[in-house]
């Protein structure tokens, strides 16, 4: 598979990070991603969301190019994966903090 | 003084609080707040931002009204302090992941 266009490690800026986290869908994505260690896939199907697959593409492309995640595609088959140590490199313990919210 | 409305501890919403977070000028602010522990005045002068004092005043706002920090009034004065007791209460880790940004 193929690996999507995506920032550098050393280009990942914390405004934008904070920015595709601050969603409700999109965190409920990096929860599910967060709750897995392989890809997921891209589809609706795949998620507790209620959106279109339109509206859901648009998030995921959210997530890769704030350098939360990274996406492979290979034909029309798209999967997906939390930038764990990248993230964890730039910003300690910030996607811990958001995905373990004991509120939600 | 009195204080400002703001949203109780309970009422914390992390998508809210990202949202505040993420915006350069509201980071600079957090990260300003965070490194004294009394409450600081609001005034553009005390600050390391170059924004008119009317944009100031607005993200004051957007960071009490997601329950980021605390405003006291006094006639004309006001002073700002993080809630940071209620922040780490509701979501452990995320402030001090947010303040500790080793890339500024």
Partial sequence: MRQLPQPSTADLDLVRVLSAFADPVRLELVRALAGVREPLGCGVEGFDVEISAATLSHHWKVLRDSGVTTTFASGR??????????????FPGLLDAVVADSAR
Same sequence: chains 1, 2.
Wanted: avoid cysteine; charged fraction near 55%.
């Fill in 77 to 90: 088959n798209r999967l997906v994966e939390l930038r764990r140590d990248d993230l964890a490199e730039r």
